[in-house]
């Protein structure tokens, strides 16, 4: 893991992953179209999963060790890498070139602390704690999902969250790509742009109908 490249396969190798889990829990999301009952019973389901091979929640905490895994190599080798980046030009250009490849780094290390940040406090609200902004209870996630997105600066920060993951996405696939030497020509360049493009719609637009239907009482309790 000390080499440049070892670290980059590292993010690309744990992005992706992390790729498969949201568009999972995005699956999960959208259940809160079909009901309470329905959101309530896949919310459920995921903990009685592998049963009875694995205990109760047995197979919902190897998904989170693998994930907590996961994050700890991608933000490991983010941090390595701008160290290295940071260190290999120790003086300032005479002249300050804006360019596209300086912006999206930018985007991709702010946009980074952003969605981590996130995370944080997306687990205190649905999973660790469960916090309900309302006050009301805590022990029904359908419920939960409603009071919390039912206040609008919730909403807001998880729409902006959502388009940080977008355009993280966006971007990451991309560079993933390049790592991984699926963008040797013209044809597999426009193809990993058009794919990171249209995940990280997928992703923003998906996670952010939810929480917006909450707000506009489409999903009611």
Request: hydrophobic share 55%.
């Amino acid at each position: 893991m000390r080499t440049t490249i070892a670290l980059k396969l590292g993010m690309a190798v744990s992005g992706f992953i992390f790729l498969g889990f949201v568009l999972a829990h995005m699956y999960g999301n959208l259940k809160a179209f079909a009901g309470h009952d329905a959101f309530n019973e896949y919310a459920h389901h995921l903990r009685e999963l592998g049963e009875p091979m694995l205990p109760h929640e047995g197979a919902l905490w190897i998904l989170r060790l693998g994930l907590i895994l996961s994050l700890v190599v991608h933000v490991y080798c983010a941090v390595v890498l701008w160290r290295r980046a940071a260190r290999a030009r120790t003086t300032k250009y005479v002249v300050k070139k804006d360019t596209g490849a300086t912006r999206a780094s930018l985007m991709m290390r702010w946009g980074g602390v952003t969605i981590l940040v996130f995370l944080v406090w997306h687990l205190l609200n649905f999973t660790v704690v469960k916090v309900n902004p309302q006050g009301g209870a805590t022990n029904d996630p359908y419920d939960l999902m409603v009071d919390t997105f039912d206040v609008w600066w919730m909403t807001v920060i998880y729409i902006v969250a959502m388009l940080a993951l977008g355009a993280h996405l966006h971007h990451g696939i991309w560079s993933a790509a390049q790592t991984l030497g699926w963008t040797g020509t013209a044809a597999k360049r426009q193809r990993a742009k058009t794919f990171g493009f249209v995940m990280a719609l997928i992703v923003s637009v998906g996670f952010s109908l939810v929480p917006l239907a909450v707000l506009a009482g489409i999903i009611t309790k």
